[in-house]
């Protein structure tokens, strides 16, 4: 019987591989934002069916939009 390593990065992690892969799913989705607007980027963001990214889109882009309106920054 084997037994599941005890050091994670022996291991490959799967979290990982996801967390990896919302954050480049992320990445592509502000960089619609910035070319083409807010708008088309979360009409993407609504095609995956995945409420974790629109959250997280909408997390990033209000805090883009605080920082580049906060005065005195």
């Known amino acids: 019987m084997e037994y599941p390593s005890a050091h994670p990065q022996e291991a490959p992690d799967r979290s990982q591989a996801n967390e990896a892969e919302h954050a480049a799913v992320i990445d592509r989705l502000l960089e619609i934002a910035r ?6 980027a979360i009409l993407e963001a ?3 069916n995945n409420p974790h990214i629109l959250d997280e889109l ?13 005065p005195g920054v």
């Open 46 to 48: 609504q095609k995956l």
């Open 58 to 70: 909408h997390d990033r882009l209000s805090e883009s939009t605080r920082q580049q309106n906060a």
């Open 35 to 40: 070319a083409k607007g807010t708008g088309e």
